[in-house]
């Protein structure tokens, strides 16, 4: 096994972070004034270009995945902006399924750091006017948006979108959006705009109302994906999921890459969406650009030496309870060993428990690149969650890593807990997505 990944640095923080925008603090800082202010003194470079806008708790990426994928095989040329990356910043702001050079990004920034510094802009709110910029300059066509925080006053509400969609609400991020899922609807619901179409495939009455209501406020036509109604024929495996949806012009049979029935509902909501842009694709483009989409870390399944790995991102509950779901679905060989490292915020009393009951063995560790101050205690998590499993706490995520492929043997590593787990791990196994790849 690799100790270095293919780009060629070892695991934990991404020093092309610091050098973006190094005075700009990591802090959530609400309010759009700032980001209308530096959009407005690049002479708004967000307008150049077509926007779709995507909102939720989980999900979301996959969905702006799947739109970038779709437009690309329409023939546009597309950006895709998402956040947390897993490996490396580059995978934030991709262009054509690829990402810039980080000479490209580095020089961005250097142009708008002034302005940035100027307006006191955080972190994200400079990265978001980087990718905004970046996509004007390379003459994107589309650009596909993923909210980072909430939605209300998340930096990336800035843009006029031709579409919006909210894949589902889920508690997530509580100190920052409430603690109930009506709160916390309220702020995803920031991101409809009026006579702009929402699409959402949320089915709780509590939070369709807030939804409704908001749409209903401004004017935007609203609309529903119903897995129960709007997917049929759903096929599950290691490969991928296949499904039929009731789509605009006759039922269509599609195929992705990403594993579990979670993901034919987004891919159902994306598909929706796109049928709701002044253009739409067609509908070979719609079949080619979910069977293409790329979005590493999801359910993704590699077979490395004699065992398999599934790596997933799942750092709340409702991300581990689709985890659990596809695990079960695609019953991997055993022994099945779980190889978590969570954030200190996160509600790992509730994360844990079915992860470390579907495994055989269970390993606690700590990511190389979890941000100071948000690290968890895994030897008090273990004495809190382990019941009738056998749960170590290796501290070393490499020796962890290490320890976890030799008592899995031919079996199952399930790797997860957080976007800095999962990237890290792909790191030190030399799987880093997107690595030898750029536009």
């Known amino acids: 096994m690799e100790t270095l990944g293919l780009t060629g640095r070892p695991p934990g923080p991404d020093p092309l972070m610091a050098a973006l925008f190094p005075r700009a ?3 959530v800082d609400w309010g759009l004034e700032r980001m209308r202010a530096a959009l407005e003194e690049l002479d708004n470079p967000h307008h150049r270009y077509r926007c779709l806008h995507v909102g939720g708790t989980n999900g979301k990426g996959s969905v702006a995945s799947i739109w970038a994928s779709v437009l690309r095989q329409r023939g546009d040329r597309t950006g895709l902006y998402t956040s947390p990356h897993l490996c490396s910043f580059l995978e934030r702001i991709m262009i054509d ?4 050079p980080a000479e490209r990004i580095v ?5 708008l750091r002034p302005l940035a510094d100027g307006l006191g802009m955080s972190f994200f709110e400079a990265t978001t006017l980087l990718a905004l910029y970046v996509f004007a300059e390379a003459g994107v066509e589309s650009a596909c948006i993923e909210v980072g925080l909430g939605g209300r006053l998340d930096a990336t509400n800035v843009i006029s979108p031709e579409v919006t969609a909210i894949t589902n609400v889920a508690l997530d991020h509580q100190e920052y959006l409430g603690d109930t899922l009506e709160s916390i609807a309220n702020e995803k619901a920031g991101i409809i705009k009026p006579g702009v179409p929402i699409v959402t495939a949320e089915g709780r009455p509590a939070v369709l109302g807030v939804l409704e209501a ?57 598909v929706r969406a796109l049928e709701l842009l002044r253009r739409p694709p067609p509908p070979a483009a719609l079949r080619s650009g979910v069977a293409a989409v790329r979005w590493p870390g999801r359910g993704q399944i590699r077979r490395v030496g004699d065992s398999l790995f599934v790596f997933d991102v799942a750092h709340n509950t409702a991300g581990v309870e689709a985890l659990v779901r596809v695990l079960a679905d695609f019953a991997p060989p055993r022994p099945l060993v779980l190889l978590a490292g969570i954030l200190g915020d996160k509600d790992w009393s509730r994360m844990l428990p079915p992860l470390v009951d ?12 979890a941000p100071r101050g948000r690290s968890w205690n895994p030897s008090e998590v273990a ?26 043997g031919g079996g199952t590593v399930v790797v997860t807990g957080s976007c800095h787990t999962v990237g890290d791990v792909l790191l030190l196994m030399g799987l880093s997505p997107f690595a030898r790849e750029r536009y």
Do not use: C, Y
Not at 97 to 100: E, I, V, Y
Not at 107 to 111: S, V
Not at 385 to 408: M, Y
């Open 107 to 111: 020089h961005a920034a250097e142009r």
């Open 25 to 27: 603090p990591a802090v």
């Open 383 to 408: 004495a809190r969650v382990a019941r009738g499993t056998p749960v170590d706490v290796v501290p070393d995520l490499a020796a962890a890593l290490a320890l976890a492929t030799e008592r899995a």
């Open 214 to 270: 908001r749409a209903e406020k401004v004017g935007a036509p609203f609309h529903r994906v119903e897995p129960w109604r709007d997917i049929s024929n759903l096929r599950l495996g290691p490969n991928g999921t296949r499904f039929q949806v009731r789509a605009a012009a006759a039922p269509m049979d599609l195929e992705t890459p990403l594993p579990g029935a979670h993901q034919a509902t987004n891919a159902a909501l994306a």
């Open 358 to 369: 579907l495994a055989d063995r269970a390993l606690f560790t700590i990511p190389f690149s």
């Open 97 to 100: 399924g690829r990402p810039l």
